[in-house]
Structures are given as structure tokens and as C-alpha cells.
């Protein structure tokens, strides 16, 4: 605090005076906040230095440094005996003082104000009627003088919040920022060029369809490498924005996604008894076919397409695919089956997630939102449980086992029964699609033969 109006070179007045509270309870009144130029001796040396944000009091009747200020930006004050030190933030002796009576007196000079146009300001100041910030202490060690562009360009073109950041904290000897210490407003070309990046893509959205099949997200994927048992290769999901319940297909070629798609709102739209009116897809050549793009303007359902190279506009899509296939790829490893049985628990996920709560949701399960009944989960089985199929007497021999040890897969799509899958470690009796109803009886077999063979793992 100081009361001489002549001595700041930078003075901004308040636009209403502050108290300042004295040992005594008394108060006198601030007026204004400023800098002052200084020479600051310590060691046999005297440096120039700005002392900042001091405020102006009038009535004072000594000039006072605030302890706690100083530590508050990083200085340090060091008292020995009847001696005094400030420190800067680099741990370099900047001041030095001696005990007076019961007061340090610092050993600095101010500065008139044609000398301290030299001096490097590093912080910005408030404006009228702003409350004052911290005080803070910078040193000018006569250091390289420069703007903060030619900084931000000396330093590779590190950002200008780093490089103020270097000169406040004393990070680096010998840099003093002259001028304003705000970036310009030019924009630094090779910047740009080098740096840029793409403005990030919001993974939620601040709007949803009020309706079922207000909006449907598609989108084509391929699971492996290898076919699945059924000779399917890729497979699409169609996922409703309002319920996010989710429906798949397989296919054995991408040309078919056309009739999937009229298969699918044929299906949905005589089930609910909405019309779908948007379709969310990529920009892929599957969903911009003639045949495709006729069936949508015959239906006058409105085709929303990504912008390239920007999967993430289909987000809703994109993740449903990547927690779909993390199910499957976990459902397989513990029901110890090959790739070749991804669809099969492919169409199981899809089920599971249907019934699952989702964070698309605050409250309820995709099938609840779709069709307004809570599912009925009483009968879900572990994907790759043990079944025991009862063998009928007239496909075995009297002394032959009664039961055959199979896998749990799914569920058949078209009737009441499980779908099982037998995989012995040697030999098997070959059963190619053993679907087992769900009350116990064997309800059809495509083959079942008492013969003992070596074949190959068949669904």
C-alpha cells in the first residue's frame, strides 16, 4: 500500500472506494490500484523491478509490503535476526531489508516514471471498478525483450497461455515479455497448419425421436473373417432412437441390405402401427443404391447420410456394433465355441441387450420403451450352459445312453424351443440342429443317428 499519487505509472481508480481496516479498528479508504516502478537492492546489487497491484491509501503514513500477498504469488520472505530477504519465484535474492524499531524497512527506490518504460509487465490489471487481484513481484534481470507473438514463435509456437505462464512463474532466465501481454488477434498461419485438429464430436445428443420409429440408426458390419455356420458373413443393425431397442440381420452379401430393409419396416411397421419416417445411415454404397434409395421415396421415409470420414455422426450405430460384438466375442470365449458361431450369439446379445437397462434410458429396458410390457427374463439360460437331450426309444438302442450332452445357444426364432448345439471331444452322434422345446420334449430333428462318427463340429 502506498498514499503518494506520483509515484504509480499505471494507476486505474476504483469506482468506489475500499476500507482498509488498521491495527487499531480503525478504517481508512483505498481510491485506486496500480504499479510502480522500482530499484530493488539486495548484494551489493540494485535491479529494476514492478511492484504490482498496489493500492492506493491516501491517509497512509508509511508505505506497506503485504507478507502474505508475496507468498500468496510464489516469492518467499526469509528472516534472520534483524535481516530480510524476498526471494523470487526462481529462489533468487531480489530485496534485502533491515529491522527497524518493530518493522523490516526493504531497501528499494522508486523509479521516476520516464525510467520505467523499460520495465516488463507480465500480468493484466483490473479495470474500473474490478476488485484488485493478488500482489505479485516480477524481477527484470535485463533479460531478451520481445512480444509474446515473437515468445509463442521463438518457442516453437508453444501456446501463449504456456509461455505467459513460463514468464509469470520464472520458469526461465533471461525472457521478458514488452507489451500487452494478451495473444494478438492475427492468426498464426503455421499454427494452423500444423496443429489443427477436428472440432470435437459430441457423443450425446441434445435431441431423441418422440416417437417409436421417429428415427431409425442402421449400419453394416462384418463380425470375422470366417462365415458363420449359416454361411453369413455380414450382419446390420437397426436400432430405434426413442426405445433403443435394437434388431438384427445376416446376410451373405452387402447387395441384400435392400430387401433386409423392406423385410425390416414391413415388420416394425405392422407391429407398432407408426410409419418410420428417418433413416440414419453412413454414406456406404449399400445404403445408396437405386433399389434403396427408390424404396425409401416410395415410402416417403426421409434418408439422413454421415459426412464422410465421420463414423461418429452415426455414433448411435457405431457403439451399438462395438457392444454387440464385445458380447459376442466374451460369450464365445466362455461357451468355448469357434468364430464360426457368431451369429448365433450374435442374435442372442441383441436379445440380452433388448432386456437390459441401457444409460440411453433413465428408467426401464429397451423392450419396455418399445412395446410398453417389462420382459419376462425367468427363462434366460447361460449362453453356453449344458443341456441334456432325451433321446426318443425309437432313435436308440436299449443300451445306448438315454441323454445326449449338447450346448445351450439360443433360442429357435420360429417356435418354442431351445436351441442346442452338440460338440463331444471325440466322437459324437451327428445331430445337426437338435431343437429342444422348452418343456422337455423333443419337438424336431434334421437328423439323429446312432452312429458313432468322426465329423467335424456341426450346428
Request: with cysteine; charged share 20%.
Amino acid at each position: 500500500m502506498c498514499a503518494h499519487r506520483d509515484w504509480f505509472h499505471h494507476y486505474s481508480p476504483l469506482s468506489s472506494p475500499m476500507d482498509v481496516v488498521l491495527g487499531n479498528d480503525s478504517a481508512i479508504q483505498t481510491t485506486g490500484v496500480g504499479r510502480i516502478s522500482v530499484r530493488m537492492h539486495a548484494e551489493g546489487k540494485s535491479l529494476p523491478a514492478v511492484l504490482q497491484d498496489i493500492l492506493h491509501v491516501p491517509e497512509l503514513h508509511s508505505n506497506l509490503l503485504s507478507v502474505s500477498h508475496f507468498a500468496k504469488c510464489g516469492s518467499e520472505m526469509c528472516f534472520v535476526g534483524e535481516g530480510c530477504s524476498i526471494l523470487d519465484q526462481r529462489k533468487i535474492v531480489a530485496c534485502e531489508g533491515d529491522l527497524r524499531g518493530n518493522l523490516y524497512v526493504m531497501r528499494i527506490t522508486t523509479l521516476p516514471i520516464s525510467e520505467s518504460a523499460h520495465i516488463a509487465v507480465l500480468d493484466s490489471f483490473p479495470a474500473k471498478g474490478e476488485d484488485p487481484p493478488e500482489a505479485m513481484l516480477i524481477a527484470d534481470n535485463l533479460g531478451s525483450k520481445a512480444s509474446i507473438d515473437i515468445w509463442h514463435q521463438r518457442l516453437g509456437h508453444l501456446n501463449a497461455d504456456n509461455v505467459i505462464h513460463m514468464a509469470r512463474k520464472g520458469l526461465a532466465c533471461g525472457m521478458v515479455i514488452i507489451g500487452n501481454t494478451s495473444p494478438s488477434s492475427h492468426i498464426c498461419e503455421p499454427c494452423i497448419k500444423g496443429k489443427q485438429m477436428r472440432a470435437e464430436i459430441r457423443k450425446e445428443t441434445d435431441t431423441r425421436a418422440d416417437l417409436i420409429l421417429g428415427c431409425i440408426f442402421s449400419d453394416v458390419c462384418i463380425l470375422f473373417s470366417s462365415q458363420s455356420c449359416q454361411g453369413f458373413l455380414y450382419f446390420i443393425t437397426w436400432i430405434d432412437d426413442k426405445s433403443r431397442k435394437v434388431f438384427v440381420s445376416v446376410m451373405k452379401e452387402k447387395s441384400e441390405v435392400a430387401q433386409h430393409l423392406r423385410t425390416f419396416v414391413a415388420c416394425v411397421e405392422l407391429e407398432t402401427g407408426q410409419k418410420l419416417k428417418v433413416l440414419r445411415s453412413d454414406g456406404g454404397g449399400e445404403y445408396t443404391t437405386g433399389e434403396v434409395q427408390s424404396f425409401l421415396k416410395e415410402k416417403g421415409i426421409k434418408h439422413k447420410l454421415t459426412t464422410a470420414d465421420t463414423p461418429q455422426h452415426n455414433g448411435v450405430a457405431e457403439r451399438m456394433n462395438r457392444t454387440l460384438v464385445k458380447r459376442v466375442r466374451t460369450m464365445l470365449i466362455k461357451a468355448e465355441l469357434p468364430d464360426t458361431y457368431w451369429w448365433d450369439a450374435l442374435w442372442y446379445a441383441t436379445l440380452l441387450h433388448n432386456v437390459s437397462p441401457t444409460r440411453s434410458l433413465s428408467d426401464g429396458t429397451p423392450e419396455e420403451s418399445w412395446s410398453g410390457n417389462k420382459p419376462d427374463i425367468s427363462r434366460l439360460h447361460v449362453f453356453g450352459c449344458k443341456a441334456f437331450v432325451h433321446i426318443p426309444d425309437k432313435l436308440r438302442g436299449k443300451l445306448l445312453v438315454k441323454s445326449l450332452v449338447c450346448t445351450f445357444i439360443s433360442y429357435a426364432q420360429q417356435r418354442k424351443a431351445y436351441h442346442l448345439v452338440h460338440q463331444p471331444s471325440k466322437c459324437f452322434i451327428d445331430s445337426r440342429d437338435v431343437i429342444f422345446d422348452k418343456g422337455g420334449t423333443s419337438t424336431s430333428y434334421e437328423r439323429l443317428s446312432s452312429t458313432l462318427t468322426t465329423l467335424p463340429l456341426l450346428s
